[in-house]
């Protein structure tokens, strides 16, 4: 398959003041638009070509580092964009998720905390998740461009924790911009539809 920047499902400046219309401007039509373009001069010619991009995330990994990186980050920041909206966030979460939280996380505020803790202590650049395997929810987190597909598990939940995500709006605060994320970004409705699929 062809890499495509998908279009925000919001104006670049509908996040603000939590994320900036400068920072969608560089995050999504630059940085995004990169892992678009050199994704797919690297699978030129591989034997990832024509394949999904899951496929391609899985079957690259630990193989051809110039696909997966590319390949690994483009599958990341699709979700991530949906992984928002306006006035997102906030602790009403639909009925099955939060029930899943409680029983496997130990509830909503643990789970926050927790998920930040994760955000937070990612060492450089990498990716703090919320992810289901083996039926049970969990925290994770991933360096650089790795996410959950490639360690059995499948994500509903994703934050970027590369600088270039928060650096503009919340300069080396990276624990502001998660609070910010959790509690005033996160789309919970489609957190709740991946979870759904993951079962």
Known sequence: MTFTLPDLPYAHDALAPYMSKETLEFHHDKHHQAYVTNGNNAIKGT???G???????????????????NAG????????WKWMKPNGGGSKLPGRLEK????DLGGFEKFKTD??????????????WLQVKGGKL???????GENPLVHGAVPILGVDVWEHSYYIDYR?????????FVENLVNWDYVDELFGKAG
């Open 47 to 49: 034997e990832f070509e």
């Open 51 to 69: 394949k999904s991009l899951e496929e391609i995330v899985k079957g690259s990994f630990g193989k051809n580092a110039a696909v997966f990186n």
């Open 73 to 80: 980050q483009h599958y990341n920041h699709i979700h991530f």
């Open 100 to 103: 899943k939280i409680n029983e």
């Open 115 to 128: 998920f930040a803790a994760a955000g937070a202590g990612q060492f450089g650049s990498g990716w703090a």
């Open 138 to 144: 969990e925290v994770a987190k991933t360096p650089n």
């Open 172 to 180: 080396n605060r990276r624990p502001d911009y998660l609070k910010a």
